[in-house]
C-alpha cells in the first residue's frame, strides 16, 4: 500500500488504497495492540466500490508519531490523533476497531461525523463488560502503573483472536504491539458520552462468539446510541480478519454508501 504520511504532519503510519468515485473517503482506526496493517483485508474491498481508504497507526503504534512512555499514551492523546486526521481528510467516514470506536464516539460530542462504522467497539461509562473485566484481572498490575500491556499469546487467541485460524493467529499475534496501560485505566473507569450530543449516523457490527467484548454489550450500545446493528454467528472480535470477513466488510460499505451521502 502507498504510503502519504506527510499530509499529517506529526502523525505518520498513514496508508492510503484506491481512488475515489465516492462522495467521502473512508478512515480506519485499528484499537489496541493493532495498526493500520489490520485494515489491509477491508481496504482493498472498499477501494473496490470506489471509496478512497486510508488508514491510520496512532501514536506509539508502529511506523507513527514516536513517544517517550507507551504506557502512559492517555485517551484524549488517540482521540487527538484521530481529531487531526479527520480534519486533513475533510470530515472523512471512520471505520473503527475495539477500543478506536469508545474514542471515536467521544469524538462525536463534538465534532460533527458524517457516518460511522464501529467493530466491536469498547463500551462507555454505564455499559460493563463482565468478561472484559475478567479478562483485565490478569494485567491490573501494569495498568494501574500506566505500564504497556500485551496479552500473552495464549489469553490472546483466546480472548481476541479466538475465531481465526491457527496459522492466522501466530502471524496476527508476531505483528502486535502493547496498548497504553493508562489509556486502558482511564476506560475500565468509565468514558462517559452522551446520545444527546453524538453527531452522525453509525452501524455497530458485531460477533455471537467476541469474548472480549461480548455482543450483549453491543446491543446495548447500539440501542442506547441508536445504531444500526448487525451481529455475525461464528464470529469473534477480530471481525476484519476472520473467515468470511468480506461479508463484515461488503455490509459496512454497503451501509456507508447508503448513509454518508
Not at 504532519?9 to 495492540?33: I, N, Q
Not at 495498568?143 to 485460524?165: E, S, T
Not at 497504553?180 to 446520545?195: D, F, N
Amino acid at each position: 500500500m502507498l504510503k502519504a504520511t506527510s499530509r499529517f504532519g506529526a502523525l505518520t503510519g498513514l496508508e492510503t488504497v484506491g481512488s475515489s468515485t465516492r462522495p467521502r473517503p473512508v478512515l480506519f482506526v485499528h484499537g489496541w495492540w493493532g495498526g493500520a496493517w489490520v485494515w489491509d483485508l477491508f481496504m482493498e474491498r472498499f477501494a473496490q466500490r470506489g471509496h478512497a481508504c486510508f488508514a491510520i497507526n496512532l501514536r506509539g503504534y508502529h511506523d507513527s508519531k514516536p513517544v517517550a512512555d507507551m504506557g502512559n499514551i492517555s485517551f484524549d492523546d488517540h482521540l487527538e490523533d484521530i481529531r487531526t486526521a479527520m480534519d486533513a481528510l475533510d470530515r472523512p467516514v471512520l471505520v473503527t476497531h475495539s477500543a478506536s470506536g469508545l474514542i471515536a464516539l467521544k469524538l462525536a460530542e463534538t465534532q460533527p461525523i458524517a457516518a460511522a462504522v464501529h467493530l466491536v467497539p469498547g463500551p462507555p461509562a454505564g455499559i460493563f463488560s463482565l468478561r472484559g473485566a475478567r479478562m483485565s484481572l490478569r494485567y491490573m498490575p501494569l495498568i494501574l502503573r500506566g505500564k504497556p500491556v500485551l496479552l500473552n499469546k495464549r489469553d490472546m487467541f483466546d480472548a481476541n483472536l479466538n475465531r481465526l485460524p491457527p496459522d492466522e493467529q501466530e502471524a496476527v499475534y508476531a505483528k502486535m504491539v502493547p496498548a497504553p496501560g493508562r489509556q486502558a485505566r482511564q476506560m475500565m473507569l468509565g468514558i462517559s458520552v452522551s446520545p444527546k450530543k453524538v453527531s452522525g449516523p453509525r452501524l455497530i457490527q458485531s460477533g455471537t462468539d467476541d469474548r472480549l467484548v461480548p455482543a450483549s454489550v453491543h446491543r446495548k450500545m447500539a440501542r442506547k446510541f441508536g445504531s444500526t446493528y448487525r451481529e455475525y454467528a461464528g464470529h469473534g472480535h477480530y471481525l476484519m480478519r476472520e473467515p468470511d470477513w468480506e461479508v463484515t466488510a461488503d455490509d459496512a460499505a454497503s451501509w456507508i454508501e447508503e448513509h454518508a451521502r
